[in-house]
């Protein structure tokens, strides 16, 4: 077998243990779903998004759109990577032939497709029922959902090496995202968030991923680039991915 | 490679120590596995018997000694290497969401030369499962997928580490069976349990660890000076008998616990002979007499006795 068919059945494989794994299913694809159409049906109007005026149901369609990457490459991947490690799972294939950057690679590229079919999926829903415009900037859009997801699946591994149980794996990832889903622009308008509560969302990714995502809707910047936002998630890739690189372990945290 | 090692020898080990901070888990240990044997290391909970297994399968690294596998350090031994054993470790949950043979072919792909997917499910005994997710599995199905992925890759080296742990009866017999199968095709097996009658079964050759050293070595006949031992001849008394009744020769020789006499003798046949020719002289039929010898289990028990253990 050569070494991109040996990639490719492990990613193929690893899609569909995400796919047939139920928790994955609701929390990862359908939860995302239901915030959209909820968030839609309660918060109507517009806001104001950096000077420009913006409807409710369009912020709602990038903001949700970073849950879901999130969800996909942060939280389900990170409980993914914590309960195979510490069933002994990683550790088994660690004693096979296949190099370990392909289990990394296969896991994070599975968050990063799951983030790209959840946007497409938002988008759709979002122009559909509630007429939300799609950007004409699709690329720039693309190049921050694949950057975004990338950067949060390395986030991921970097946590995955301080949670120790598998019960703890679903507790740690949520309490670090839902807070900051309320004061990163996801759930709340920015505008609307206190000064101060902005200026700790802003030390941490998920602010600027919202960004990244909203700024191809911003219909009068016709789609530009948010290269800042970008440049801030790419930092939090490469920082997390040496932390992942220095700590990460195969075996379960009870085998010295 | 500076190790003595053989080409018949898969696996050499001298001097093998492993510390974790002050404490000393293995000391000193040496160890040969020739090809084609069935290897079984024995050993209480805690006596180093899983540092040793994992040192050999390239999951730890030592503190101190020499060890070869297949001609290589596990040490830093790579995936050419890694191709070329199979493992069953002592214990690894399963991808619940797969099907047994979606998990073994998956396996198969990671091999140079792997063997028929569906003859080693068929092997291990799934063959009835084999579409079947491995969440809806046994607990001894579960193992036994474990042993077909160690299979799958057609190793030279099997590392077995408690294989039939939770099988029911008839689950081991069939696993030992795949093993003994294992062994006439040619491969090696390093194997560890905690069931004498399994290692009494299969193994050619056993070490036995106690406190990080090995107490004794040996086929299992042998181990421990066991096919030197005396031999054990018990019966209880005839009613209205004392055990001084019993022929001089004998009365000196006999204990008495629970109402059953016990003599050891190094003379089993000629020991016999004078209590049973008493027995007759006396109109007693001795009904439940019985002579035994010590079993591997007696041997290990012996020699493993001193090592209090911590459960690992």
Request: hydrophobic content about 40%; charged content about 15%.
């Given at each position: 077998m050569s070494e991109a068919a040996l990639f490719s059945r492990q990613f193929r494989v690893d899609m569909l243990r995400f796919w047939r794994n139920t928790q994955s299913r609701y929390f990862t694809i359908l939860l995302p779903i239901v915030f959209l159409v909820i968030f839609a049906a309660i918060f109507k109007g517009v806001t104001v998004v950096e000077g420009h005026v913006m409807k409710l149901t369009t912020f709602y369609v990038p903001g949700i759109m970073a849950m879901g990457l999130i969800s996909a490459s942060y939280v389900n991947l990170t409980q993914a990577v914590v309960t195979r490690r510490e069933g002994g799972e990683l550790k088994r294939l660690r004693?096979?032939?296949?190099?370990a950057a392909y289990v990394i690679c296969s896991r994070a590229a599975v968050g990063v497709v799951i983030a790209v079919v959840m946007a497409v999926i938002l988008l759709v829903i979002g122009n559909v029922a509630y007429g939300v415009p799609v950007p004409h900037a699709l690329g720039a859009l693309l190049v921050a959902i694949v950057v975004g997801a990338a950067a949060f699946a390395c986030v991921g591994f970097a946590v995955s090496t301080v949670i120790t149980t598998v019960e703890a794996a679903a507790p740690a990832t949520n309490l670090t995202v839902l807070p900051l889903y309320f004061i990163s622009g996801v759930f709340v308008p920015e505008r609307q968030i206190p000064a101060f509560l902005r200026d700790i969302a802003e030390v941490f990714p998920i602010y600027h991923l919202a960004r990244a995502l909203r700024e191809p809707f911003i219909e009068a910047h016709g789609g530009p680039f948010a290269a800042g936002d970008i440049a801030v998630l790419i930092l939090w890739g490469v920082v997390s991915l040496a932390v992942a690189a220095r700590r990460f372990r195969w075996t379960p945290s009870d085998e010295s | 490679m500076s190790a003595a090692s053989r080409p018949a020898d898969v696996i050499t080990v001298r001097g093998l120590r492993k510390s974790y901070g002050a404490h000393e888990v293995v000391r000193g240990i040496d160890l040969t596995v020739s090809r084609g044997e069935v290897f079984a290391f024995l050993g209480p909970n805690g006596a180093g018997k899983t540092t040793t297994v994992e040192i050999l399968e390239g999951y730890r690294a030592r503190s101190a000694g020499e060890v070869s596998v297949l001609g290589e350090d596990p040490a830093g031994a790579g995936r050419e290497w890694r191709g070329r054993i199979g493992l069953v470790l002592q214990s690894c949950t399963m991808?619940?969401?797969?099907s047994v043979r979606e998990l073994v072919a998956l396996y198969a792909g990671f091999y140079p030369a792997p063997r028929d997917i569906d003859e080693t499910i068929d092997l291990v005994g799934l063959g009835g499962q084999a579409d079947q997710r491995i969440s809806s599995l046994s607990g001894g199905q579960v193992r036994r997928m474990e042993v077909a992925l160690a299979l799958i890759g057609d190793p030279e080296l099997i590392f077995l580490d408690?294989?039939?742990?939770?099988?029911d009866p008839a689950a081991r017999q069939n696993a030992w069976e795949v093993i003994a199968n294992l062994k006439a095709i040619g491969k090696t097996i390093f194997l560890t349990t905690h069931y004498m009658d399994e290692a009494q079964r299969l193994a050619d050759r056993v070490a036995v660890i106690a406190a990080g050293a090995i107490v004794a070595e040996g086929t299992p006949a042998t181990l421990g000076g066991r096919d030197q031992a005396r031999s054990i001849i018990s019966f209880t008394l005839p009613?209205?008998?004392?055990?001084?009744?019993?022929p001089a020769a004998l009365a000196s020789d006999a204990r008495v616990a629970d109402g059953r006499v016990r003599l050891e003798t190094d003379a089993p046949a000629s020991t016999l002979h004078e209590l049973t020719s008493w027995a007759l002289a006396r109109g007693d039929e001795l009904t439940d007499l019985a002579v035994s010898r010590p079993t591997l289990e007696d041997v290990y028990l012996a020699l493993t006795a001193e090592d209090v253990g911590e459960s690992s």
């Open positions: 004693g096979t032939p296949l190099p | 991808p619940a969401e797969l408690e294989p039939t742990t939770g099988f009613a209205g008998a004392e055990t001084a009744a019993l």
